[in-house]
């Protein structure tokens, strides 16, 4: 089936997952903007304070790890293992939520459409 495609329509669905991971990071960066008022908005969840010391202190990877950890930990695992405050969750910011849900939705798209180019190459 892929066989028949077009060069560029292969290239696209199998190279698109790579070219959205470039974009979610530079969506990170931008969120590094962010980061600030997202920690003090999670300043009751240890796991965020714990990880946010050191990893504030390692320049703009560190930085990128932390936001990366933020949205990992968003928010129901972090809550029943007892790492994040429900009340921080309940009072963080909604435009900074907002920002957060489209970085969980980019990376799910990449999964997805990973997963799809995987199986149309590999059973091709």
Excluded at 5 to 31: D, E, M, N, Q, R
Excluded at 85 to 111: A, M, R, Y
């Amino acid at each position: 089936m892929i066989n028949a495609w077009s060069l560029w329509v292969v290239i696209l669905v199998v190279g698109g997952p790579f070219l959205l991971s470039i974009g979610t990071f530079a969506y990170s960066l931008y969120l590094m903007r962010h980061l600030d008022s997202m920690l003090k908005a999670l300043e009751n969840s240890r796991h965020i304070v714990v990880s946010g010391a050191g990893l504030q202190q390692q320049g703009w990877f560190g930085r990128l790890m932390l936001v990366a950890k933020i949205k990992v930990m968003w928010p129901g695992p972090g809550i029943r293992t007892g790492e994040m405050d429900p009340d921080d969750v309940k009072n963080f910011p909604p435009h900074l939520k907002q920002l957060l849900k489209i970085k969980i939705l980019i990376s799910g798209v990449i999964v997805i459409w990973g997963a799809i180019a995987f199986a149309l190459v590999k059973f091709r």
